[in-house]
């Protein structure tokens, strides 16, 4: 079983700041993809970021250039800081595991699409 655990949403002025922190949990050897969605309220879920265990990156149009998506492979943890923070921003924001490698990835068998419960980030002025 994996756990997903979010956290360092809150309030910021437009402008400002924040870093989120997931850190995932379980008898974890290794995950190829962590992402970070958003849900705004009224809206659908979208990806913001994402991070594969090879080195690659990639974002949405909206945050390109103020967020950043980075990976502590040896913390199983995957962070978002977000700079240059918008009212357009506000979301609830949910990590998301895929691929994980709980011991029998040697058997092509992985744990897939895990989601943690969503920290609030709100940006108000």
């Known amino acids: 079983q994996v756990q997903l655990v979010e956290s360092g949403g809150g309030l910021v002025q437009p402008g400002g700041s924040l870093r989120l922190s997931c850190a995932a949990s379980g008898s974890i050897k290794s995950i190829t993809t962590m992402k970070w969605y958003r849900q705004a309220p009224g809206k659908q879920r979208e990806l913001v970021a994402g991070d594969t265990s090879g080195g690659s990156t990639n974002y949405a149009d909206s945050v390109k250039g103020r967020f950043t998506i980075s990976r502590d492979n040896a913390k199983n943890t995957v962070y978002l800081q977000m700079n240059s923070l918008k009212p357009e921003d506000t979301a609830v924001y949910y990590c998301?595991?895929?691929?994980?490698?709980?011991?029998?990835?040697?058997?092509?068998?992985?744990?897939?699409?895990?989601w943690g419960k969503g920290t609030l980030v709100t940006v108000f002025s």
């Open positions: 998301n595991a895929d691929r994980v490698d709980y011991g029998l990835g040697y058997m092509g068998i992985y744990g897939m699409d895990y």
